[in-house]
C-alpha cells in the first residue's frame, strides 16, 4: 500500500492514526453533546434542537423495527450510529486520516454489536433458554446439525459488518487514490505548469477534468455510501437485536438473514 | 477463438514473468504473482457483474411492487435500500480478497 499512502495533517508520536483520529471524533461528538444539553429547553432552540430531530429518526427507527421494548437501546445504537458517520464522513475530509479506513476501528464496532446483541437476548430471555432457540423449530434429530449452522451464521454475522464498512470506505480511498496518484494527476499538472503552449492546454485540461469528475461525482458518491454505510450498519444491528429478543413462536422467521419483519406489528 | 484467447493470456502475462524473474529469491516458486494480479481482476469484474444483475432484479421488484400499492412506498424504499447494501456487501467481500491480492502479495 505504499504507493497510496499519505500521511495525515497531524500524527501523534507511538499511536497509531486510526486511534488518534478516533479520539478526535470523540471529543467532537462529546463537546456537542455537552454543548447541546447544557441548558435543556422545553421548547428546543438551535443545537438542541438539531439532535433532537437526530435523535427522534433513530427513535422512529428503533420502533418501525424492534418495536417499543427496543427504547432502553437507543443511546446504544445513536451512539453508534452517529460515531460512524462521523469517522465515514471523516475520511473524505483531504488531511485527515478516518479511521474507518481501518480494519481496527471497524472490526472493533461489529465485535461490540456481536456481545451486544448476544448479551440483550440472554438478559431478556434467560441464557439457557436463548441458547436453546438456535436449535430452531426442527425435529429433535436435527437439532444438532441446525445448532452448528446457527453458530455459523451467528460468527458470519460480525465478519461481514466488519468487512462490509471497511471494503466500502477503503475502496473510496483507494479510488481517490487511484484518480490522483496512478492516472497521472501530478504529471498533468506538472505539464501545465511547465510553461509550454501544449503543455497549459492539455495539461490544464486533463487537470480540470479530473478536478471536476472527482469533486462533482465521486465526492458526492462518497457522502452518499458514508451515510448509507452507516444506515445500513445501525439497520443490521438493530435487526439482530430484534432477531435475539424476539419471542419463541416467531423463531421460524429468524434464519432469513437480513430481511426480517417483525410479526408483532 | 480459443488461440486468440492463450494468446492474449500469453501476452498479457509475458512482462509480468519477465519481472519475476528478475527478483527471483533462490528456490521459490514465483510464477504465481502475477497471475495473482490477473485473477484479482477478473474476479472483480466477475463479481461487480454479478451483483449488477441481483440488485437490478431487487430494484426491479422494488419497482413494481411501489407502482402497486403507492401508499406503501416509504417502507418499500426502505426494504429496498437494506437488501440492495446487503447484495453489494459480497461484491465488497470480493473488492477486500482482490486488494489483499494486489497489495499486500502473500505469494510473491
Known sequence: ?265 | MRALILAATAVLTAPGLALAADAAPAGAINWVGPYSVLVAGFAMAFAAGLCALGQGRAVASAVDAMARQPGAAARIQTAMIIGLALIESLAIYVLVVAMILLFVQPIK
Not at chain 1, 432552540?45 to 432502553?72: A, H, K, S, T, Y
Open chain 1, 1 to 265: 500500500m505504499e504507493v497510496i499512502e499519505h500521511p495525515p495533517i497531524f500524527r501523534l508520536p507511538g499511536i497509531p492514526d486510526h486511534v488518534t483520529y478516533t479520539w478526535i471524533v470523540m471529543i467532537v461528538l462529546a463537546g456537542l453533546a455537552f454543548v447541546a444539553s447544557r441548558n435543556v429547553q422545553l421548547v428546543p432552540r438551535g443545537l438542541q434542537n438539531f439532535f433532537e430531530v437526530v435523535l427522534e429518526q433513530f427513535q422512529q427507527l428503533i420502533d418501525d423495527v424492534i418495536g417499543p421494548e427496543g427504547r432502553p437501546f437507543l443511546p446504544f445504537i445513536a451512539t453508534l450510529g452517529l460515531f460512524i458517520l462521523l469517522t465515514n464522513l471523516m475520511s473524505l475530509v483531504p488531511g485527515m486520516n478516518g479511521p474507518t479506513t481501518s480494519l481496527n476501528t471497524t472490526a472493533a464496532c461489529a465485535v461490540i454489536v456481536f456481545f451486544a446483541y448476544h448479551w440483550i437476548g440472554a438478559r431478556k430471555q434467560g441464557a439457557l433458554t436463548y441458547l436453546a432457540h438456535f436449535a430452531g423449530p426442527v425435529p429433535l434429530a436435527l437439532k444438532p446439525l441446525m445448532f452448528v449452522i446457527e453458530i455459523i451464521s451467528h460468527l458470519a454475522r460480525p465478519l461481514s459488518l466488519t468487512l462490509r464498512l471497511f471494503g466500502n470506505m477503503f475502496g473510496g480511498h483507494v479510488l481517490i487514490a487511484i484518480i490522483f496518484f496512478l492516472m497521472g494527476f501530478d504529471g498533468l499538472l506538472g505539464w501545465a505548469l511547465s510553461g509550454s503552449p501544449i503543455g497549459i492546454v492539455g495539461g490544464g485540461l486533463g487537470t480540470t477534468v479530473m478536478i471536476a469528475f472527482t469533486v462533482g461525482f465521486l465526492y458526492p458518491l462518497k457522502i452518499l455510501v458514508s451515510f448509507l454505510q452507516a444506515f445500513i450498519f445501525v439497520m443490521l444491528t438493530m435487526l439482530y437485536i430484534s432477531g435475539a429478543i424476539e419471542e419463541a413462536e416467531h423463531h421460524g422467521s429468524e434464519h432469513h438473514g437480513g430481511e426480517h419483519q417483525p410479526a408483532h406489528h
